[in-house]
T-cell receptor, first 109, second 118 residues
């Protein structure tokens, strides 16, 4: 079955809005991480968050490992926040990451 | 810290030629490197995992004789697409993890290489 599932697939917002992106992951996945892929294709590490809550500026993330989900919050969105947000987790017992299908975020001025 | 570079950033080649892509960790020792492939508007698909000094482990469905991976040092891995065909056109991304004082928690990604095979 699907190991990492993200929602929504697409999100269009006006500058200044807040957003919440969700990632559900299966029992075989842990060590949840969030990445931002900018329009040029570069993946940027946002959070390594196997559990708990972390904040970095306007971004924060929460993972509830017992319920197998993680949330990424973006506050006061800027046009530079546009791109695709991926969550990924490690397969238990392996080094590799499995990625969700991503949420494509478009912030309009 | 944790910077990964890729070269070239984009390449156009004729069908049948081979293309080599380099992935370097600039400020840490990459004990493990990963190669991904991404088609437009899709997620990253892992192609192979390589540990320094060992043969790469390929994912199911990835032809190891077509996508040659070499991880000869702790800072360099190469992916060679042999006898490239138009269906090999894609965005290839490497990532690395390893030691930067202590073991890294996550992978760090290169900027990617866009390959177009005519």
């Amino acid at each position: 079955g699907i190991q990492v599932e993200q929602s929504p697939p697409d999100l269009i917002l006006q500058e200044g809005a807040n957003s919440t992106l969700r990632c559900n992951f299966s029992d075989s996945v842990n060590n949840l991480q969030w990445f931002h892929q900018n329009p040029w294709g570069q993946l940027i590490n946002l959070f390594y968050i196997p559990s708990g809550t972390k904040q970095n500026g306007r971004l924060s993330a929460t993972t509830v490992a017992t319920e197998r989900y993680s949330l990424l919050y973006i506050s006061s969105s800027q046009t530079t926040d546009s791109g695709v947000y991926f969550c990924a987790g490690r397969i238990q017992g392996a080094q590799k990451l499995v990625f969700g299908q991503g949420t494509r975020l478009t912030i309009n001025p | 810290g944790a910077v990964v570079s890729q070269h070239p950033s984009w390449v156009i080649c004729k069908s049948g030629t081979s293309v080599k892509i380099e992935c370097r960790s600039l400020d840490f020792q990459a004990t493990t490197m990963f190669w991904y492939r991404q088609f437009p508007k899709q997620s990253l698909m892992l192609m192979a995992t390589s540990n320094e000094g060992s043969k790469a482990t390929y994912e199911q469905g990835v032809e190891k004789d077509k996508f040659l991976i070499n991880h000869a040092s702790l800072t360099l891995s190469t992916l060679t697409v042999t006898s490239a065909h138009p269906e090999d056109s894609s965005f290839y991304i490497c990532s690395a993890t390893g030691l930067a004082g202590s073991r890294m928690e996550t992978q760090y990604f290169g900027p990617g290489t866009r390959l177009l095979v005519l």
